[in-house]
């Protein structure tokens, strides 16, 4: 049975789930008639609506990670981040910008921490945000100031981490 978008039957959650086009991208509504504006007028109203999302998205994120940071429901390390990240854990990924982070995957495919300059290895922390994203959550890029502690890298999780710890396969190892 195909049901449409605008049907009265269809409950609100399962039109969100099955028509996400249909809601609206930001709160308020740029007034006018788009089809009547230039691309760059458009742009013009369109700008100081979604920065003030964007911003309120990050405060509020870096809001969530601050009181969830000494809890299993966040963390700050970040290989256990991008072993989360893999398993669709992440529900939000804080990173700030440039930080990178070279790992090696040891013979079992396991990450370590590495030297920048070491020729395999691979940015973990850009890792974790493309996995965030891949599984449905989000990445904010901020700077070092906003971090809500003196990492570079914050993540809060879908589920408390003891949920999905013993599944690693990534982890952190001194060098």
Same mark, same amino acid.
């Not at 910008?97 to 040891?106: L, N, S």
């Not at 013979?107 to 290895?121: C, M, T, V």
């Given at each position: 049975?195909?049901?449409?978008?605008?049907?009265?039957?269809?409950?609100?959650?399962?039109?969100? =789930?099955?028509?996400? +086009?249909?809601?609206?991208?930001?709160?308020?509504? /740029? *007034?006018?008639?788009?089809?009547?504006?230039?691309?760059?007028?458009?742009? !013009?109203?369109?700008?100081?609506?979604?920065?003030?999302?964007?911003?309120?998205?990050?405060?509020?994120?870096? &809001?969530?990670?601050?009181?969830?940071?000494?809890?299993?429901?966040?963390?700050?390390?970040?290989? &256990?981040?991008?072993?989360?990240?893999?398993? *669709? $854990?992440?529900? =939000?990924?804080? #990173?700030?910008? *440039?930080?990178?982070?070279?790992?090696?995957?040891?013979?079992?495919?396991?990450?370590?921490?590495?030297?920048? $300059?070491?020729?395999?290895?691979?940015?973990?922390?850009?890792?974790?945000? /493309?996995?965030?994203?891949?599984? *449905?959550?989000?990445? #904010?890029?901020?700077? +070092?100031? &906003?971090?809500?502690?003196?990492?570079?890298?914050?993540?809060?999780?879908? +589920?408390?981490?003891?949920?999905?710890?013993?599944?690693? =396969?990534?982890?952190? !190892?001194? !060098?």
């Amino acid at each position: 049975m195909l049901i449409h978008p605008n049907s009265k039957n269809l409950p609100q959650r399962a039109e969100r =789930t099955l028509f996400p +086009s249909t809601r609206p991208c930001v709160d308020e509504p /740029i *007034g006018g008639n788009p089809d009547e504006m230039s691309p760059d007028e458009l742009k !013009q109203q369109a700008a100081p609506i979604v920065n003030a999302m964007l911003l309120k998205r990050r405060s509020t994120a870096i &809001e969530k990670y601050a009181e969830k940071a000494h809890t299993d429901w966040a963390s700050d390390d970040p290989l &256990e981040i991008c072993r989360a990240a893999a398993m *669709g $854990q992440v529900e =939000t990924l804080l #990173i700030v910008e *440039g930080f990178t982070c070279p790992a090696t995957r040891d013979k079992d495919g396991r990450f370590e921490l590495a030297n920048e $300059q070491s020729p395999e290895a691979t940015d973990v922390a850009n890792l974790a945000a /493309i996995e965030t994203i891949r599984n *449905g959550g989000v990445a #904010i890029s901020i700077a +070092s100031e &906003e971090m809500p502690n003196e990492k570079q890298l914050a993540a809060t999780y879908r +589920s408390p981490a003891s949920q999905f710890a013993g599944q690693s =396969t990534i982890h952190n !190892q001194s !060098q």
